[in-house]
């Protein structure tokens, strides 16, 4: 079972950023997933979530500015960045709960410079 980040990079302050999350999680539709992220020197925080009934939530730093999706025909977790700061850079991980086991990709890097 993998989860796989695609879409970082570095982009400048107040544009806009989509990250991909590709996985093998078998009825993904099923599963809740998660984005994480980590910034510098910081603890990997929650950044945002969606239940397979499609319900979202997103913490406080981030909200507004972003939107979590899925595609289950695809397999494919996004997340749409918006109005991107400084303080967004991070490594963005994706995240899930599978067979009692938590997945986890190898993240991805977001730098946000100008």
């Known amino acids: 079972v993998y989860l796989v980040e695609f879409g970082g990079g570095l982009v400048q302050p107040g544009r806009s950023l989509r990250l991909f999350c590709i996985t093998s999680?078998?009825?993904?539709?099923?599963?809740?997933m998660n984005w994480y992220h980590q910034a510098p020197g910081k603890e990997r925080d929650l950044c945002a979530t969606i239940v397979p009934t499609g319900y979202t939530n997103y913490s406080v730093s981030v909200k507004g500015r972003i939107i979590v999706s899925r595609d289950n025909v695809r397999n494919t977790l996004y997340l749409q960045m918006n109005s991107l700061e400084p303080e967004d850079t991070a490594v963005y991980y994706c995240?899930?709960?599978?067979?009692?086991?938590?997945?986890w990709g190898r993240g991805i890097l977001v730098t946000v410079s100008s």
């Open positions: 995240q899930t709960r599978y067979r009692g086991r938590e997945i």
């Open positions: 999680v078998t009825y993904f539709c099923f599963h809740s």
